[in-house]
């Protein structure tokens, strides 16, 4: 399976290290051939929220086929503005089998018009905002997660690691998912 994770200069830290490290950790435990990759428009380095300066592993160039792709929250609005971002997501998102977002990264999904339609969640400060953006999306409050189709959201931050534990469960099964977050010492909060 290759999961990639789309970063940006101010993603949230956590909002792309959760489920790095969910999906690494899980790796690692089953000792398949999973790769986990970080992916950013350019290769230079991203600077997330903080400052905390980030190492893709891949470009838009370079990057290759997906099973997963998650896309993170953080101050997304310059990425809204950028064409080519948002054409690579979409071209990306629909030749992947299944797609993510973590807290605002559903507005940049949203952008591409593939969740018309769709029920979906974000972080819950931002949920108003993102039913008024995009008035075809049916924003779904007072859940970690939702899935509808091959899309799955959540909440912010924590949320991401929460869904990514889920997915988990989907891809292998339910008692690697706890395994997981047992390694991880996290308390999973399932639905």
Known sequence: MNIGIYIYDDAEVL?????????STAKRLANNDWQVSLIAESDSPVLARGGYSVNPHYSFADCPSLDLLVVVGGDHTRELEKAEVITWLKHTATNTKRVASVC??????????LLNGKNVTTHWQDQPELAAT???LNV????????DGKFTSSGGISAGIDMSLALLAEFISYEHALLTAKQMEYKWQTL
Do not use: N
């Open 140 to 147: 779904i409050s007072d859940t970690r997660w939702v899935t």
């Open 15 to 23: 909002d792309f290290s959760g489920p790095f490290e969910v999906f």
């Open 104 to 113: 605002t990264g559903a507005f940049l999904l949203a952008k591409t018009g």
């Open 134 to 136: 995009f008035s075809k």
